[in-house]
Nanobody, 117 residues
Framework: QVQVLESGGGLMQTGGSLRLSCTAS????????MAWCRQAPGKEREFVAR????????PYADSVKGRFTISRDKDKNTIYLQMNDLKPEDTAIYYC??????????WGQGTQVTVSS
């Protein structure tokens, strides 16, 4: 009924850039916010960045401030994550989270980002 789909992951050298996309589709109710989280092997999932749909506020994890930028396209129910100056520590599966009215909380399948040293 509601689908969250990430894309754009891949391999990149240290210092390179990638742009992730996430689109919500289906019977999506009012969107409260969308976010990116990531999980490295053997580690817990961690917050990366969030965009609040109405206000446009974009909090970031300290580890990515100044390097990553989250943005939104309201008409397409899509968010992006521009990832610059990539580091090996950024290697992880990146997941997209959708929060909607009616207690909606949805996750995508994830997209792999690998940064070589």
């Amino acid at each position: 009924q509601v689908q969250v789909l990430e894309s754009g992951g891949g391999l990149m050298q240290t210092g390179g850039s990638l742009r992730l996309s996430c689109t919500a589709s289906g019977r999506v109710r009012e969107i409260y916010g969308m976010a990116w989280c990531r999980q490295a092997p053997g580690k817990e999932r961690e917050f990366v960045a969030r965009v609040r749909w109405i206000s446009g506020e974009t909090p970031y994890a300290d580890s990515v401030k100044g390097r990553f930028t989250i943005s939104r396209d309201k008409d397409k129910n899509t968010i992006y994550l521009q990832m610059n100056d990539l580091k090996p520590e950024d290697t992880a599966i990146y997941y997209c989270n959708l929060v909607t009215s009616g207690l909606g909380d949805y996750w995508g399948q994830g997209t792999q980002v690998t940064v070589s040293s």
